[in-house]
């Protein structure tokens, strides 16, 4: 099988970031080749202080393999690999994931492309999540004297509905306001036995690893959900949830992080049994008490 990370444009090879090369021949990889391109994935942004052979000892591949791996991705060498980081101009940016710079609105979006590109995601990212790392983060949320759940930039939404979510099963789950300038309050508030979700994908903000750090030096478990490309901030963190966030538009995908959330809010429910069920039948009875909403009963039907 031939695997091109690039396409012939006027007798030109496109110019493709060193991600949007990895996942256009990503699912053609072998075992050990997928293994070397999740390390250069991660590490993307500090390979200049790495060498091929330091990246393939992490990733447990040979030289040979990351040899390979490296012309297979259109690079003569590993430097012109490291030239091109340095030299990006769109990291973090949606657009680094696309074929070539302009192509951002190019294409017709296809709905079953989009559909298997989260079903890739989603794949992938159950596939690289430890299972005992999943069932402490469980453990530590159900056990938690109090859940703060802190989204930034793309991450804001999601935290809002992991919120949601913890809060149907624990009493004490707070969103960590974003925007107002100051973090102090919350972070002060910060205790031993506490719990600190953070949701934050590439483009994160500079503070993040001292919010992680003083929330655990305050005693709490701290978790963060991101993606591949974290670095200071996932080595703050305590428990860290690598999501694929690749999207064949300019825009990410965050189908992988919501799996995530849906999974540790499934879980935690089952582990929390009759304690879990109760505080959720009550909502229930204060929704049909308190909230004016649609439902079957509703006079006149359902809105």
């Known amino acids: ?26 699912s053609t990889l072998t075992p050990a080749e997928k293994r070397l391109a999740d390390i250069l994935l991660q590490y993307q942004m500090d390979l200049p202080s790495y060498t091929a052979g330091e ?37 973090g940016s949606p657009r680094a994931g696309l074929e070539g710079e302009n192509e951002a609105f190019a294409k017709k979006p296809s709905i079953a492309t989009t559909v298997q590109m989260d079903l890739d995601n989603i794949r992938a990212t159950a596939e690289g999540l430890p299972p005992e790392t999943l069932e402490a983060v469980s453990r530590a949320i159900v056990s938690a004297r109090r859940v703060w759940i802190m989204g930034l930039r793309s991450g804001y939404g999601l935290a809002h509905q992991a919120a949601h979510y913890f809060t149907l099963m624990k009493s004490d789950v707070q969103v960590v306001p974003v925007g107002g300038g100051s973090y102090s309050h919350e972070i002060a508030s910060i205790d031993k036995g506490d719990v600190l979700l953070v949701i934050a994908f590439r483009r994160r903000p500079r503070l993040l690893p001292t919010i992680l750090k003083e929330a655990r030096a305050a005693g709490a478990t701290t978790v963060l959900i991101t993606d591949l490309s974290a670095s ?9 949830l690598r999501c694929r966030c690749q999207s064949p538009s300019p825009f990410n995908s965050f189908s992988a992080a919501l799996t995530i959330i849906n999974y540790l809010a499934w879980s935690v429910a089952t582990t929390m049994g009759d304690a879990s069920l109760k505080r959720y039948e009550r909502i229930d009875w204060l929704v049909k008490r308190l909230d004016d909403v649609s439902t079957p009963q509703t006079p006149g039907g359902p809105v």
């Open 55 to 91: 990246l393939a000892e992490r990733a447990h591949v040979s030289k040979a393999t990351a040899a390979r791996l490296i012309r297979t991705l259109g690079y003569k060498t590993y430097p012109d690999a490291k030239r091109q980081i340095r030299e990006d101009q769109h990291w």
């Open 232 to 240: 200071a901030s996932a080595k703050a963190a305590e428990h860290v």
């Open 1 to 26: 099988m031939v695997r091109s990370p690039g396409k012939p444009e006027g007798g030109q090879t496109v110019k493709r970031s060193l991600e949007a090369r990895i996942y256009a021949i990503y």
